[in-house]
């Protein structure tokens, strides 16, 4: 009697556990179906190991890309370096977006990403409040992710120093306005010149881009802290019309309400589809230069990709290398040598769909998948607010 008491009461103990554990898992799978919902509420594919299949790295990579050097490159001379802090509210904000990324990426690097969306984004946004009274040298900040990938920081250092000077250029006291327009000329062509890896001008596609195997995993793990790099987006994209062809009290009335706007708003929005792009929020200094404006987004969306792969907990350390020496290649000016707006090259590291002069035609609508290289359709091009500037 208490032998078949005691099977009576085990059986029951296990049909207990296993409802529960029934339950869990229904919990966890319904959990990870709306994660991975799209914007538009279809299905997405949830990254795991068995599904996802990377693209393969290029074999004729050039050598530089294997550099682990530390290999700062010194800025264009001119009389408007540093002009920038005639506007000094924007320097100081430009200096607190600097620490944001280097931030995120050591601390991405050196297993502590569970704390991104607590400790890091609080260490960020404490910066971003309190910015530090000079440039820093995010190589200083991220020494690990240095090591790790230090080419990739090298391409974001010298198109960051492209960024800074047009901006020193535009705020300069001490040039014309048609000074300035040459002089961002020459900048450009100081930035092609002098090092290898320059960011290519053209417009690429920024909705093939953001449908590699990884793309997306950042800003869904990780929302707060993305917001908050989509908000830098916003504050370099924007900031050039606030300071293009305007007198220094201009520039100064201008930035008192962007800068508001920018901190209350701005940075801790999480509901974007997509990053800011420069047709978006400069559309006078994108038609005037849509090369630089191409370059900038490009950038951008290199440091998506980055994000990206970095945020995959599926792929393995020499994979994440891997991806992300693909991701610099894809939009090296080196690699798109030679190539035309609007053309199709018929393999999978380029589109360019979008013509000369068109910057911000790279933006899809979220969600959207292609794979037809070459032939702009209904279902691929961008919505109507990004054409019309």
């Known amino acids: 009697m208490t032998h078949k008491l005691i099977q009576k009461t085990m059986m029951i103990a296990i049909a207990t556990t296993l ?23 279809h299905d997405m594919p949830v990254p795991t190991t068995n599904v996802q299949t990377l693209p393969p790295v290029p074999n004729n990579l050039p050598s530089w890309m294997d550099n682990k050097d530390r290999n700062h490159i010194y800025r264009k001379r001119g009389v408007y370096n540093d002009a920038i802090y005639n506007i000094q509210a924007l320097a100081l904000d430009l200096n607190a977006v600097a620490v944001g990324h280097a931030f995120a990426y050591e601390d991405l690097v050196t297993g502590k990403a569970k704390d991104l969306e607590t400790k890091t984004f609080a260490r960020i946004n404490w910066v971003l409040n309190n910015p530090p ?36 250029v535009l705020a300069s006291t001490k040039l014309t ?23 290519t001008d053209l417009p690429m596609n920024m909705g093939y881009l953001d449908s590699q195997p990884y793309s997306k995993a950042f800003r869904r793990k990780y929302p707060k802290v993305n917001g908050l790099f989509w908000g830098y987006h916003w504050l370099q994209g924007s900031m050039y019309d606030l300071l293009y062809n305007k007198t220094l009290q201009q520039q100064r009335t201008a930035y ?7 901190h209350e708003v701005e940075l801790y ?8 792009m420069f047709a978006e929020v400069s559309p ?4 005037d230069f849509p090369y630089i404006s191409n370059v900038f987004d490009n950038l951008h969306m ?52 979008f013509m000369e002069g068109m910057p911000g035609m790279g933006l899809m609508p979220e969600g959207s ?21």
């Open 369 to 389: 998948m292609n794979h037809d290289h070459g032939k702009p359709n209904s279902d691929t091009m961008p919505h109507q607010q990004h054409i019309g500037h």
């Open 256 to 262: 008192a309400t962007a800068g508001k706007r920018y």
């Open 133 to 168: 009274r000079f440039m820093p040298d995010e190589a200083n900040i991220s020494p690990t992710f240095g090591r790790k990938y230090g080419v990739l920081e090298q391409v974001f250092d010298w198109t960051h120093i492209l960024h800074a000077q047009t901006v020193d």
């Open 302 to 353: 290199l440091h998506d990709m980055v994000n990206d792969i970095l945020a995959s907990d599926w792929m393995t350390e020499q994979q994440k290398q891997e991806q992300i020496k693909r991701a610099i290649w894809m939009v090296m000016a080196a690699n798109h040598k030679g190539m035309k707006p609007g053309e199709n090259y018929g393999e999978g590291l380029h589109d360019h769909r």
């Open 177 to 199: 306005d048609a000074e300035k327009k040459a002089e961002i000329q020459r900048l450009y062509q100081f930035y092609v010149d002098n090092v290898p890896y320059a960011i």
């Open 284 to 287: 006078k200094f994108a038609a």
């Open 19 to 41: 409802i529960t554990n029934v339950g869990l898992i229904a919990a966890m799978a319904e959990q990870l179906h709306q994660e991975h919902k799209g914007h538009d509420g």
């Open 269 to 276: 929005r999480t509901d974007r589809p997509f990053m800011p």
